[in-house]
């Protein structure tokens, strides 16, 4: 119901908006034509129909931002809801079962598994939110050492595996050419963050399976790249650059049912940007998988500025 009102708001503001600007265009027109001889105060009446029309413009543009900055923000809540909601109820059932039931040891540890596999998914999505708040508000220079990007990425790649109950070949990491260590500056915590986020999403997007592709390698000598390729549903052109929006969701996979917060690519970039890094999304389509690319500069050996991380 919200989202229809939304939605009849942005069109009644977009065609006040396109009203508005005609009729100023006739008045103006009209103003000219009558009083043609006196150029002074065609200038004058020119200078002023300009600024009322980029009023005009600039007020709609500014109404039907914030409408969809709204939607973005329901479909958040809506969205953290259910993520908070259905493993709440999912737990609360397991343990009404076994508080009123009799039930033999190996459905006991089942039950267990599956409450175990809930509370890891409610703290993600906990831990998500506040992630979100908490890099928009700080920088943490003082918290930055040597990291190795290679071991790091295979560390969250068994978590994900883990994590998706996924068989190891799913997931595959290319050994870096000539066996070379690349380092960059930063936090640990938030660039395992970043990486479990690209994995994550990989996984999520491909439902019709899992099949990974992870390389880290070095680029004009003063980049650590790593690249994430899946098979999976793949992204409009018009979503490439969204994606790492707060709160957006890709529109090209309405299709499909993919549970999440619209928060995890907003994390990476975020996260990117603050190490002096990029990352942006490479897809020939929907159906085509997506290449995700964390660029990330490269740490010399002997920086003195920095420690190597444990």
């Known amino acids: 119901m919200n989202l229809t009102r939304r939605r009849g708001a942005k069109a009644l503001f977009i065609t006040l908006g396109v009203f508005l600007t005609a009729l100023a265009v006739t008045l103006n027109i009209t ?13 004058v009446g020119a200078l002023l129909f300009a600024i009322l029309i980029a009023g005009v413009v600039l007020n709609t543009v500014f109404l039907v931002r914030e ?22 109820a999912s737990i609360r059932l397991y343990l009404d079962t076994l508080s009123r039931r009799s039930v033999d040891d190996a459905q006991r540890q089942r039950f267990y598994e599956i409450m175990r596999d809930d509370t890891d998914r409610l703290l993600g999505t906990v831990e998500t939110v506040l992630k979100a708040g908490e890099l928009g508000h700080r920088q943490r220079a003082g918290l930055r ?22 068989p190891a070949e799913s997931i595959q990491l290319e050994p870096v050419p000539g066996a070379v260590r690349l380092y960059v500056i930063g936090n640990a915590d938030d660039l395992r963050t970043a990486v479990l986020n690209l994995l994550d999403n990989a996984v999520k997007y491909s439902p019709n399976g899992v ?33 790492f929006k707060r709160f957006y969701r890709a529109s090209s996979n309405d299709r499909v049912k993919i549970k999440g917060t619209g928060l995890g690519l907003f994390l990476v970039n975020t996260i990117a940007r603050q190490h002096g890094g990029s990352v ?10 997506t290449t995700m690319v964390l660029r990330l500069p490269l740490s010399i050996v002997n920086d003195p500025t920095s420690t190597e991380a444990a």
């Open 211 to 243: 099949h990974i592709q992870c390389r880290v390698g070095i680029e004009r000598y003063t980049w650590v790249v790593l690249t994430i390729t899946d098979s999976g549903l793949g992204l409009a052109s018009s979503d490439l650059k969204r994606i």
């Open 280 to 289: 942006r999304a490479i897809s020939e389509g929907v159906g085509q998988g």
């Open 31 to 43: 103003w000219i034509h009558n009083n043609g001889r006196r150029l002074a105060l065609d200038l």
């Open 67 to 88: 409408i969809r900055r709204n939607e973005r923000q329901d479909s958040f809540l809506n969205a953290v809801t259910h993520e908070l909601k259905t493993p709440i």
């Open 145 to 166: 050492t040597r990291v190795e990007l290679h071991p790091l990425v295979a560390d969250c790649i068994a978590t994900v595996l883990n994590r998706h109950h996924l």
